[in-house]
């Protein structure tokens, strides 16, 4: 069992900057990390995708240019660095598990609980 906690949620203007991280219970060195998002009243996406070796295997449209994903299995966490903010990044995130897949999907093994980010002036 794996255990996944989001943190770095929050307000923030827009324009602003978060890093939303994902720390894990155990070893993650050997799963692939998810991040999702999801706004009420929307189905979920997926944000971006990043192997247990530090390969981006996706990164949604509108993350790219603003969003950067990245990992340290010694410290058992992954990252979500998100930079200049827009309201529609809004929404909770989620970061997923899986150490059978080097793709993301909503079928990943392992969740956290999720992060609330709102962006509004």
């Known amino acids: 069992q794996l255990t996944l906690a989001e943190s770095g949620g929050g307000p923030v203007q827009p324009g602003g900057s978060l890093r939303l991280s994902c720390t894990a219970s155990?070893?993650?060195?050997?799963?692939?990390i998810g991040w999702f998002r999801q706004v009420p009243g929307h189905s979920r996406e997926q944000v971006s995708c990043?192997?247990?070796?530090?390969?981006?295997?996706y990164q949604a449209d509108s993350a790219k240019g603003r969003f950067t994903t990245s990992r340290d299995n010694d410290r058992n966490t992954a990252y979500l660095q998100m930079n200049n903010l827009k309201p529609e990044d809004t929404g909770v995130y989620y970061c997923?598990?899986?150490?059978?897949?080097?793709?993301?999907?909503?079928?990943?093994?392992?969740w956290g609980k999720g992060t609330a980010v709102t962006v509004s002036g």
């Open positions: 997923a598990a899986d150490g059978a897949t080097t793709q993301c999907s909503g079928g990943m093994a392992y």
């Open positions: 155990r070893l993650l060195k050997y799963v692939t």
């Open positions: 990043i192997t247990a070796m530090g390969r981006i295997t």
